[in-house]
């Protein structure tokens, strides 16, 4: 089946330039052919992506929702008899309904799936074109799956913040993208387009997957059940002061260039300890542990604010006390205040780590826990 991309958004929003980004992250094997529906007598896009050695067929005069809906039919039929491509990139004129779009696909009585629903908005003209162009431009932002805000790079931190509220109000479930195009990996931009899955689901199947991630070990032998390899990361560890008939390394780490940030426990290992041991019962640290199909309560973040990582330290420090529920799991990517790599940032029950990373589409940050406090988290961030 022939998967059909759209990449909606209104006059000027920046929406050739995000097709040229996404064709950089495609599979090269790839066939694929892009629809410029240009408002006009002239097709000036098409020219220029006529570069990049895909095919192109124009529809000027007008645009898709209204008096091309049957010449697009047509120009979609023969565009994949023509061509066969893979994939077909729609870029439709500024001024259509995105949902009229939509239909007109749906309606062309052709073998194909609509894969890609993105909008691109003008971070800075976003309220400007809603007051002067509401039912036109609410129709773009409440129809996508995916909304790139563009021209981010000009904004303020507050402006943006104000912007993708703005966004939310309208559509609350579209993935937001704001960090510039420019800065992002193409193959990044088309997983995220593509709707791949999200840092909440991913948390949850691994918690599935490892039950926690412990393991039962007596404390009489030597262990290493929390022994890490890092290398250029910041980790933030429980400290133990054990006193133990034998060596142990139950949280040992060995690190290259790593700052490390302690909570102290005080242990005493002449007697076996299982204080990490999980059968889901009563087990002797005296919490309660359950399998992770039950997996308590979640809170995703999306934001586009920057962090120094002092700050990021300090919120993770919170997250591993009880002010906020029992926090079994977080894990997320932050924008950084002080370079332009990112915070990588993973915690699992108590012990927490930061590394430096590559852009992502947006600031993302997901906790997963036991009677967790969301909205205290969500302003946590």
Not at 54 to 63: F, M, P, V, Y
Not at 95 to 111: F, M, P, T, Y
Not at 219 to 224: F, I, L, S, V, Y
């Amino acid at each position: 089946m022939i998967k059909v991309d759209i990449v909606s958004g209104f006059l000027g929003a920046g929406k050739t330039t995000l097709i040229t980004k996404l064709l950089s992250g495609l599979d090269k094997n790839e066939k694929i052919a892009i629809i410029e529906n240009e408002f006009g007598e002239i097709g000036i896009d098409g020219a220029f992506l006529k570069n990049s050695g895909i095919e192109i067929k124009e529809i000027n005069s007008g645009c898709i929702c209204c008096s091309l809906v049957g010449n697009f039919a047509d120009s979609l039929k023969e565009l994949v008899e023509k061509y066969s491509p893979n994939r077909i990139i729609i870029e439709p004129s500024g001024v259509g309904k995105l949902s009229d779009v939509v239909k007109a696909i749906n309606g062309a009585g052709i073998d194909v799936k609509v894969n890609i629903v993105c909008t691109v908005v003008d971070g800075g003209k976003c309220k400007m074109y809603y007051k002067n162009f509401g039912e036109f431009y609410l129709d773009q932002i409440k129809e996508a799956s995916v909304i790139v805000i563009s021209k981010t790079e000009k904004l303020s931190e507050e402006k943006l913040i104000e912007t993708c509220e703005f966004i939310k109000t309208y559509n609350p479930t579209a993935t937001l993208i704001t960090t510039p195009i420019s800065q992002l990996d193409g193959k990044l931009l088309v997983e995220n387009l593509e709707d791949g899955i999200s840092l909440t689901e991913m948390l949850i199947a691994e918690l599935k997957k490892h039950e926690h991630g412990h393991h039962h070990h007596h404390h009489d032998e030597e262990c290493h059940c929390h022994e890490h390899e890092h290398y250029h990361e910041e980790c933030h560890c429980h400290e133990h002061e054990h006193e133990h008939d034998e060596e142990c390394h139950c949280h040992e780490h060995e690190h290259e260039h790593v700052e490390c940030h302690c909570h102290d426990h005080e242990h005493d290992h002449d007697e076996e300890c299982h204080c990490h041991d999980h059968d889901h019962g009563e087990c002797c640290c005296g919490h309660h542990h359950h399998h992770a199909e039950e997996v308590f309560e979640s809170v995703a973040i999306e934001t586009p604010k920057a962090y120094s990582k002092d700050e990021l330290v300090a919120i993770l420090n919170k997250l591993c006390t009880e002010e906020f529920g029992t926090i079994l799991r977080a894990k997320g990517m932050l924008k950084s205040s002080e370079s332009d790599l990112w915070h990588y940032f993973d915690l699992v029950a108590g012990d927490f780590e930061v590394r430096t990373g590559a852009p992502d589409v947006i600031g993302k940050a997901c906790v997963i826990g036991s009677k967790i406090n969301k909205e205290e988290i969500k302003k946590l961030f």
